[in-house]
């Protein structure tokens, strides 16, 4: 058996036209764009890149893009400073620090800073438990993505066994905790986990999160099962995930690849939250379970 190649970056296209038609509907309606500001400390390569590429689509998705570029350097009360003014901005619907932030500074401090109702990113605690009591509320993107990819791919995900490798509070825990929402029954695997690849090996769906290179290979995976790829590892061969694709297509029913998986979904659903915060900051009804 050979695998489908889930298309992320097409998925994510089609997700970012659409909330561009939502987005110029809001603008329409609120009389300004949905706006998201997003704070950048230091120089790190990788970091300026996405930051760059989260202005861009944001531009693009007709709403008003905010970057906030702060010195290496810059303390831990500027850098707060910085977010509670962007709180009161009433043109800031999104509030997104870009991590990892240098080393000096508190990343959970300043999380902690950002409005949970601008919380793009949804890595308040408040939105962290928002999603484990199915509030309303802000979905980390990455996982989100991951579940739009699922959907996608099986519909009703109703009652089948899902490994989560990895528990970080970004990916992991929010993604095992939308597929216990989709009535999945889940397992959250990390690196102290006996018997993983049992684990694995039961799975109809696994979502590997570990960000370790080619970490689950091929013979852990039931064949058919559905593989979600959110690793982004940087390695002589080049970009490589998680999984170990090259085994695991062979067996999997459904597989992402990496690059062209996960990663397109993140700024596709960071717009999307965007937009659903602009509409609910301006008090027009809009079903967010339309994106
Ligand atoms: N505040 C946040 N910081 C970080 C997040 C986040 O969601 N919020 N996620 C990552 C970085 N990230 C966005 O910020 C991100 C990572 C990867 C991609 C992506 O499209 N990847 C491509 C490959 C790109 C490449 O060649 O490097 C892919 O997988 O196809 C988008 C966004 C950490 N920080
Ligand atoms: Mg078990």
Redesign the pocket.
Known sequence: MTARIID??AFAANLRARVATHAAAFAAAAGRPAGLAVVLVGEDA??S??VR??GKATREAGMASFEHRLSTDVSQDDLIARVEQLNADPAVDGI?????LPKHLDSDAVLLTIDPDKDV?G?HPVNAGRLATGLPGMV???PYGCLLLLRDVLGDLSGMDAVVVGRSN?VGKPMAALLTAESCTVTIAHSRTRDLADHVRRADIVVAAVGRANFVPGDWIKPGATVIDVG?NRTDAG?VGDVDFASAKEVAGAITP???????M??AC?LRNTLVAAYRRAGIAFDDKTL
């Open positions: 992320g970056k990788a970091s890149v996405y590429s989260k997104l620090v870009q991590l990892p990113d890595f980390p993107c990455t970004i982004i970009l990496v690059p062209g998986g996960v990663g397109p993140t700024i960071l």
